[in-house]
């Protein structure tokens, strides 16, 4: 190529990255160019005076409406901060470390930097892949883009709604889920929801809200993975609508330790067994044959369920379905309780049951009812492979890695990922530790004329 077409090539890039830039940068480059004029016109002073008034007046709004000075300053400040001198500084020599780049015909073809977005606890990166790129292929390095930008986890989700070719990539900066959370107050009757229960927090920061109307919950998890945490959360978060005669708790507990505490209280408003000769299995088809009897009284006079004191929302909790379902010794027993809930968990949600069901094995020669519950919570697993087992095939590659979770019970009890019905992508969560004082006090907020001590 003759030197002087080199040199107009070289100028049309230079002049085009320039209006690029400036593009991209037109508020600070307008602010600083017109802070230098009045400079040059007026001196100095002025602009100085300018910029004295706009701290004062951020000040006074970061003190006056911290969540809005979050939202349309902090963050903004942080995610500009992050992205020039975080993920644009390092994106080359990470990508292609990361084997992201591909080169053709001596050049090299980068996947492009969109934008950042700052949360409290996480940085999510819009990103352009290469023409023929898919997700899997940054699932598969998520690893090294959080050791590359120094993050503790990266995720990636791909939106609906998004352009072809994008996806988002969640830098996980500080883990919100560290501390035990202690448990949640019991809110007013008129604020319990039960299309989303507060029963813990999630990894950015926000409530973690579990559905229980409309959908049945699956919780899996090893020897004190904190399974409990969950249970008793969502207990305490339904516990004003049971002393309103809204919401009723069947409780089928096998091992006899974790509900027992709260025996007198399902009692009184619903149901407990933990009779190892049938009497837990009986508790289950007497759920399915009222949810059969509900379903001939709805019929073509209602679509959707609204809990009422003549048909309150039932909660089945079953501790240990493996018990049931596997483990238990005689067989007629074991047949009766899988086709109870499979009645239960194929039926019931739609006629004001719910079905919330415990194990610790994740096989599915121990549950091959699974595949039933809509929404499922894997907590500390023993092997990797067990986290596709409970979320579902992938979930493991898109973040869900609940195998490395911490067998350490103040760091890790309580925390697991969340797969929901409405998306396959898990989201982290960490559910409130209900302790036995918390406990007490529920049963003796339900019961007060009963010797707590004594129920427990």
Not at 19 to 27: A, H, K, Q, S, Y
Request: charged share 25%; proline share 6%; with cysteine.
């Amino acid at each position: 190529m003759p030197e002087g077409l080199v040199l107009i090539v070289n100028t049309v890039r230079a002049l085009l990255r320039t209006i690029v830039f400036l593009v991209r940068n037109i508020v600070p480059v307008s602010v600083l160019s017109g802070l230098a004029w009045l400079g040059y016109r007026f001196g100095w002073t002025v602009p100085a005076l300018l910029l004295a008034l706009v701290a004062v007046g951020l000040a006074v709004w970061a003190v006056v409406d911290r969540p809005s000075f979050v939202r349309w300053v902090a963050r903004p400040a942080r995610a500009r901060w992050r992205l020039i001198l975080v993920y644009r500084r390092d994106w080359q020599p990470v990508l292609v470390t990361a084997g992201l780049t591909k080169v053709h015909k001596g050049r090299e073809y980068l996947p492009s930097l969109v934008r950042v977005r700052c949360g409290p606890t996480s940085d999510r990166v819009l990103v352009r892949m290469l023409k023929g790129q898919a997700p899997d292929a940054w699932e598969r390095v998520s690893v090294n883009l959080a050791h590359g930008f120094g993050a503790s986890l990266v995720r990636v989700r791909v939106r609906d709604g998004d352009r072809p070719g994008r996806i988002w990539l969640e830098f996980v900066r500080r883990d919100a889920l560290a501390e035990p959370i202690p448990a949640l107050p019991i809110l007013d009757p008129s604020d319990v929801d039960l299309s989303g229960l507060v029963i813990g927090r999630q990894e950015d920061g926000s409530p973690w809200r579990l559905r229980l109307l409309g959908t049945h919950v699956l919780i899996a998890g090893a020897t004190g993975a904190g399974k409990g945490s969950v249970i008793w959360s969502t207990i305490r978060a339904v516990l004003p609508l049971m002393l309103g005669g809204l919401v009723e708790v069947w409780a089928v507990d096998p091992k006899r330790m974790e509900l027992s505490f709260g025996r007198a209280l399902f009692e009184r408003y619903g149901r407990y067994s933990d009779d190892p000769r049938g009497g837990m299995v009986e508790l289950l088809e007497a759920a399915a044959e009222d949810m059969n009897a509900r379903a001939e009284r709805f019929a073509g006079l209602t679509r959707s369920f609204v809990p009422s004191h003549e048909f309150p929302f039932r909660v089945v909790v079953v501790d240990e379905l493996a018990f049931l379902t596997a483990y238990c010794p005689e067989r007629d027993l074991r047949k009766r309780a899988e086709s109870a809930l499979a009645v239960l968990t194929s039926q019931g949600r739609s006629v004001g049951y719910c079905v919330i069901g415990a194990q610790q094995d994740a096989r599915k020669e121990v549950n091959n009812l699974r595949n039933l519950f809509p929404d499922r919570i894997a907590l500390r697993l023993d092997e990797d492979e067990q986290v596709d087992m409970v979320l579902g095939d992938g979930a493991r590659d898109r973040g869900a890695l609940a195998d490395q979770i911490s067998s350490v019970p103040e760091i890790g009890a309580g925390v697991g990922f969340v797969r929901l019905e409405t998306t396959p992508d898990p989201v982290r969560v960490r559910a409130a530790y209900v302790a036995d004082a918390d406990i007490r006090a529920m049963v003796a907020l339900g019961l007060p004329d009963v010797d707590v001590e004594g129920a427990a």
